[in-house]
């Protein structure tokens, strides 16, 4: 994510490029966010703009790769590029922005003005629950239902 979001922070002809590709393709001009360590929201924000601008964005590095003359600098685009092909990865990246968007909206609840100390307990636990029926459960063989969840 640090390395996505340095390669587009001081270049906005890679910016360019990035929201040719993402109005060429119909997606949404999505930034490519940093990711602030302590802050649920800014990591959810940053995730979720990875995920839902991925094809525009590898689609960047490549045509980046492609005009670069610095061998070292390429050698450095492919490997993101490859990186980020991975599928063990984006499947993380996809679980992760489902989890995150859970607890981003935890977040927010506890962020409004004015919060009930009775409500806390019931609305974790709720939002637990909701994680461990989508990720945790087992189906009648002990196998977990996450499969269906991934697809």
């Not at 990865?89 to 968007?101: E, M, N, Q, S």
């Not at 636990?125 to 989508?134: G, H, S």
């Amino acid at each position: 994510m640090k390395r996505c979001y340095k390669f587009f922070s001081k270049s906005s002809k890679r910016i360019d490029i990035l929201c040719g590709y993402q109005e060429f393709l119909n997606k949404p001009e999505i930034k490519i966010r940093k990711i602030f360590d302590i802050q649920w929201l800014s990591c959810f924000e940053a995730v979720k703009n990875l995920c839902i601008t991925l094809e525009p964005l590898l689609d960047t590095l490549v045509s980046t790769a492609m005009e670069v003359t610095n061998a070292q600098k390429r050698d450095s685009i492919i490997a993101l590029y490859e990186e980020l092909c991975n599928w063990k990865l984006l499947a993380f990246f996809h679980f992760l922005y489902d989890i995150l968007g859970y607890i981003a909206k935890l977040s927010k609840i506890f962020q409004e003005r004015y919060v009930q100390f009775s409500d806390i307990d019931t609305t974790i636990n709720a939002t637990i629950q909701r994680i461990q029926y989508e990720y945790l459960e087992q189906n009648d063989e002990g196998n977990l239902k996450l499969e269906f969840n991934l697809n």
